[in-house]
């Protein structure tokens, strides 16, 4: 297993399978900045044979949980066929607008995906297409989501709460849930990236948040670096991404790897570490183990304990994968 200097495993590899996406959300991939952008072309993206070795050599040094993310996820082709190449005994999971989950639920759960963490940040059409800059519908999302539990996957909601958007979303979002076994949890919005121009007055914090929601019993975390502050409402759960006002950098075991395939330490990195070039030289799993085990055991992350004090050039979260 490797550490790095602060002690912390590299448990949990999350896969940018694509810096491509059908929404345009405004918190992530603002239209004004991503309509123009330079995509990534076919060559320049990580095979699916290229990401399986280095999913597989990355198994030795503590690896059990895998994410598959982007970019929208469910664009990339044949995404069934990788999840099934991938080793079964890691914990596979995806997260998605949900925009095609309807259409991929059973075909993701058949090929070994376990759970699926779907994005809905609203249930009334106005603040959906306003925050997602898009014309689909929150109900598109919500048969994806029930495509995805008839399938037979766990399912978590994930919902980005931003002042002035849809601080009504909190309410709404849990009481849709109600009586189902779909874990809602909220975020708030971060200061990923370098375009969508993130102010701490449109913050909504977990406390903040907290207060909109009768009858809230914190529950015991699961296991160490977990993400979401878990609480107990009756029978329902919901959770609390808590990243700008209760940093958990403490524990944090995630690793990234961008559809081009460099691997970064920490979600607000500058710059990724070039894992393609090796790859391409035909280096073998032990060699892309030795070359991951030396990035992370240098590995000092620990970007939003310290915010404030860090001035870097932020890569973009839809490239870098969430
Ligand atoms: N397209 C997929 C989706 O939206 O679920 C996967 C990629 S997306 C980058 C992963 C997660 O990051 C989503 O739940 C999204 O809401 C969240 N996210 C993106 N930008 C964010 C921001 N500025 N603050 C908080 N969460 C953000
Ligand atoms: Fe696309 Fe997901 Fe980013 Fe929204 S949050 S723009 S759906 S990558
Ligand atoms: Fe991990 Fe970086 Fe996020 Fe801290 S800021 S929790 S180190 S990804």
């Not at 503590?62 to 066929?81: I, M, S, Y």
């Not at 929150?138 to 766990?154: D, F, Q």
């Not at 090796?278 to 590995?299: D, F, G, P, Y």
Request: aromatic share 6%.
């Amino acid at each position: 297993m490797v550490k790095d200097l602060r002690n912390r495993p590299l448990r949990d590899l999350r896969i940018s399978l694509t810096d491509r996406c059908n929404m345009r959300c405004r918190y992530c991939m603002p239209r004004e900045h991503f309509d123009s952008h330079q995509f990534l072309e076919k060559k320049e993206i990580l095979s699916y044979e290229e990401l399986t070795l280095i999913v597989q050599s990355l198994i030795p040094l503590g690896l059990n949980k895998v994410r598959l993310t982007g970019g929208e996820p469910l664009l990339r082709k044949d995404v069934c066929a990788f999840i099934s190449m991938l080793p079964q005994e890691l914990d596979i999971a995806m997260t998605t607008n949900g925009i095609l989950l309807e259409k991929y639920a059973q075909e993701l759960a058949n090929a070994g995906l376990k759970r699926v963490t779907v994005s809905l940040d609203a249930l009334d059409i106005e603040t959906f297409q306003a925050m997602g800059d898009t014309n689909e519908k929150p109900e598109t999302v919500l048969r994806g989501i029930e495509a995805a539990r008839k399938a037979g996957l766990s399912v978590k909601v994930n919902t980005v709460i931003r002042a002035g958007y849809n601080e009504h979303s909190v309410e709404k979002v849990a009481e849709r849930f109600v009586g189902s076994d779909v874990i809602v949890r909220y975020i708030e919005f971060m200061d990923v990236g370098e375009t969508n121009s993130w102010d701490d007055q449109e913050v909504i914090t977990g406390e903040m948040m907290r207060r909109m929601l009768d009858g809230l019993k914190p529950v015991v975390q699961n296991h160490v670096g977990e993400v979401a502050n878990r609480y107990k409402r009756g029978m329902q759960e919901i959770g609390f991404i808590e990243s700008i006002s209760k940093p958990f950098c403490g524990d944090c075991n995630r690793a990234r790897i961008s559809a081009d395939g460099s691997l970064y330490t920490c979600l607000f990195a500058s710059k990724g570490n070039d894992l393609k070039s090796l790859l391409r030289m035909n280096a073998t799993t032990e060699q892309i183990s030795e070359a991951v085990r030396s990035i992370w055991s240098k590995r000092d992350d620990a970007y939003s304990q310290n915010r404030g004090d860090i001035e870097t050039e932020k890569v973009e979260m839809s490239f870098i994968g969430g």
